[in-house]
């Protein structure tokens, strides 16, 4: 989603029922209908369209990217193999079209590449908060749902400098509790919308900036987009924005009986990774 003042292009329908996107090349280059996303060099390019619209943006890293793990391969849960890098500091720009209307729009973008066993018996869902910091540094935290239960082992916190090696923070210290809720439409899954976070030396408050964000693409539903994050960090006030990734809340008919395969067994990310 982008926001420009009081507008914004956001896809919240479900995308067109097919069952797999296209690729090109060996990095990441995913096309879907009018959609792409795809890193060139030192930047990722998102193209979209819904509804009349159309957005082009560039967006650019300007520190390095935070990679947790084994240098971007770690266990979520025993038995279920994932990559992951993510860029928490980039500049976006581009173009927004609207209908005859065209737009430069620029801001603070945030990209996350996490690839793996999607599908397990054994987890349920996540939830997945991140933000930056006054001081420069980011913030992660991920509560695994495994047997209806949050906050099961496998879930992490961390604290990236911003030199790409996370600095993991004790997840049993951390207090993580829904606020608020809403109910999808469409599916009627019901869906956390706001939470509040506690641990040593900081108190926040973290909320959607919208409430319909969830995406059902068969077999899998997600509620993912922008967030904001108030509150205090080490007695600094804090008022940024963030992101909110859930999976579980819905589970599509014929859920279980879906498997992926685990990636590659690599020990770090792969050079597609952008770098500043």
């Known amino acids: ?65 935070t990679v947790p793990g084994d240098r971007g391969a770690l266990e979520i849960v025993p038995g279920t193999h994932h990559l992951w890098y993510q860029q928490e500091l980039m500049r976006a720009e581009g173009l ?40 420069g540094r980011s913030f992660v935290l991920v509560k695994v749902q495994q047997h209806g239960q949050r906050g099961v082992p496998g879930s992490m916190a961390w604290v990236s400098e911003g030199g790409g090696e996370p600095t993991a923070l004790p997840i049993d210290q951390i207090h993580f509790s829904v606020v608020d809720t809403t109910t999808s439409a469409r599916s009627g899954a019901r869906w956390p919308t706001s939470w509040r976070v506690r641990g040593a030396g900081f108190d926040l408050h973290v909320s959607s900036l919208v409430d319909d964000m969830e995406l059902t693409v068969f077999p899998a539903a997600f509620y993912a987009g922008p967030a904001r994050v108030e509150g205090s960090v080490e007695g600094a006030p804090i008022d940024a924005p963030g992101f909110v990734e859930l999976v579980g809340a819905w589970q599509p008919a014929l859920r279980p009986l879906y498997r992926s395969d685990a990636p590659p067994r690599v020990s770090r990310v792969p050079a597609e990774e952008p770098r500043p």
């Not at 690729?23 to 096309?31: K, P, S, V």
């Not at 795809?38 to 943006?57: E, H």
């Not at 590449?113 to 001081?135: A, I, K, M, N, T």
């Open 1 to 65: 989603l982008v926001a420009h003042g009081d507008a914004r292009f956001a896809s919240r329908s479900n995308v067109p029922l097919q069952f797999t996107a296209g690729f090109e090349g060996e990095g990441l280059d995913l096309r879907h209908e009018g959609w792409r996303i795809a890193v060139q060099g030192d930047t990722v390019v998102l193209v979209g369209s819904v509804r009349g619209q159309r957005l082009r943006l560039k967006l650019r890293p300007t520190q390095a990217a």
């Open 96 to 135: 927004w079209i609207d209908g005859g209307r065209r737009r430069w729009v620029g801001g603070a973008g945030f990209f996350k590449h996490q690839w793996g066993r999607l599908y397990d018996p054994d987890v349920d869902g996540f939830e997945w908060l991140s933000f930056d910091l006054p001081d």
